[in-house]
């Protein structure tokens, strides 16, 4: 099983082996409540780049252990990846940029990512 996404423009597009996840997590940290990601995290090397990969610009905060990966022409990010604390690589992709993925069948986990 894969399913795949993109970016608005398509200049990026990805491709996860795996099943398309019925979980998603919904942040209220100050910058998911304005980017309204539903992110589900997935294994590091799940994540194929198909197209784009040296087009992605990458935003960092507070920590800057996460990379936030968008395109610069559409301004969407598709996924981010980053290091847990005991090193391990981890990417969450943005639902909301998987086609197949319907957004209202999700069960939605709220984080509480504004207290972090
Ligand atoms: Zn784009």
Request: glycine letters at 8%.
């Given at each position: 099983?894969?399913?795949?996404?993109?970016c608005h423009c398509?200049k990026v597009?990805?491709?996860?082996?795996?099943?398309?996840?019925?979980?998603?997590?919904?942040?209220?940290?100050?910058?998911?409540?304005?980017k309204?990601?539903?992110?589900?995290?997935?294994?590091?090397?799940?994540?194929?780049?198909?197209?784009?990969?040296?087009?992605?610009t990458?935003y960092?905060?507070?920590?800057?252990?996460?990379?936030?990966?968008f395109c610069p022409t559409c301004g969407v990010e598709p996924?981010?990846?980053?290091?847990?604390?005991?090193?391990?690589?981890?990417?969450?992709?943005?639902?909301?940029?998987?086609?197949?993925?319907?957004?209202?069948?999700?069960?939605?986990?709220?984080?509480?990512?504004?207290?972090?």
């Amino acid at each position: 099983m894969t399913f795949s996404g993109s970016c608005h423009c398509g200049k990026v597009a990805f491709t996860v082996m795996g099943e398309l996840p019925h979980e998603a997590m919904s942040c209220n940290c100050s910058h998911c409540r304005r980017k309204g990601f539903l992110l589900a995290f997935i294994p590091h090397d799940a994540l194929a780049i198909e197209r784009g990969a040296d087009e992605l610009t990458e935003y960092r905060f507070y920590k800057h252990v996460i990379g936030h990966k968008f395109c610069p022409t559409c301004g969407v990010e598709p996924f981010a990846q980053g290091e847990a604390p005991d090193g391990t690589k981890m990417t969450a992709v943005n639902l909301r940029c998987v086609p197949a993925a319907d957004l209202d069948a999700l069960t939605i986990t709220k984080v509480d990512g504004a207290r972090f």
